[in-house]
């Protein structure tokens, strides 16, 4: 669903689960289909299992994710690319 850094580390998240991988997010940007896109300077997302995304009244965006209770949050900086990759989406799917 997403990669995320937590300190010195980046872990991979699944729906139930966090794994912990020996790549740094620049270097996943560079291998990862296209549908994966930077949500923050320590998120890279797969917006094929983004369910939605909110904004509250001091401009945080929280994604939620198909079939999980896990979120993450979406910087301002990222947040336009983030929504037209996801109007985009359809054109992912296989």
């Not at 983004?50 to 945080?60: E, F, G, K, P, Q």
């Amino acid at each position: 669903m997403f990669f995320e850094t937590e300190g010195e580390h980046i872990y991979a998240h699944t729906v139930n689960d966090a794994y912990r991988i020996k790549y740094r997010l620049y270097e996943l940007e560079e291998i990862l289909p296209k549908n994966f896109v930077r949500a923050a300077k320590s998120t890279i997302v797969n917006i094929m299992q983004v369910y939605s995304i909110t904004r509250d009244l001091t401009a945080s965006s929280l994604i939620q994710f198909i079939n999980s209770h896990k979120q993450v949050y979406v910087s301002r900086y990222y947040y336009r690319e983030l929504r037209q990759r996801l109007n985009e989406r359809s054109t992912y799917e296989k």
